[in-house]
């Protein structure tokens, strides 16, 4: 059972920059996606970015410009560089891991999540 851990959620301000990392217990060369996504409260969970090993990306279009997703193998993490922050970015943000990504249309969520990571971001 691969395991994900996330660190590095927060308070911050508005305008704000926060990173988060997500921990896996098996290499990363092995997910074929990993990916962040959000649940704020009374919403449902929602696509944030998600980064395959062969390098394709997708971002939300709430976030593009702003956060970056990014893999670094030598510490075996996927990081979420979080910038100019809003208050609508406010949500818990959860890691995953393990999706599938055809040829056309939008990744899969893969079978591997984090327990999440609080994200509040104040006016």
């Known amino acids: 059972q691969v395991q994900l851990v996330e660190s590095g959620g927060g308070l911050v301000q508005a305008g704000g920059s926060l990173r988060l990392s997500c921990a896996a217990s098996?290499?990363?060369?092995?997910?074929?996606?990993m990916g962040w996504y959000r649940q704020a409260p009374g919403k449902e969970r929602e696509l944030v970015a998600v980064?395959?090993?062969?390098?394709?990306?997708l971002y939300a279009d709430s976030v593009k410009g702003r956060f970056t997703i990014s893999r670094d193998y030598a510490k075996n993490t996927m990081d979420l560089q979080m910038n100019s922050l809003k208050p609508e970015d406010t949500a818990v943000y959860y890691c995953?891991?393990?999706?599938?990504?055809?040829?056309?249309?939008?990744?899969?969520?893969?079978?591997?999540w984090g327990q999440g990571t609080q994200v509040t971001v104040s006016s």
């Open positions: 098996t290499s990363i060369f092995s997910l074929n996606t």
């Open positions: 995953n891991g393990g999706g599938a990504w055809l040829v056309s249309g939008p990744p899969a969520m893969g079978a591997y």
């Open positions: 980064l395959s090993k062969s390098g394709r990306l």
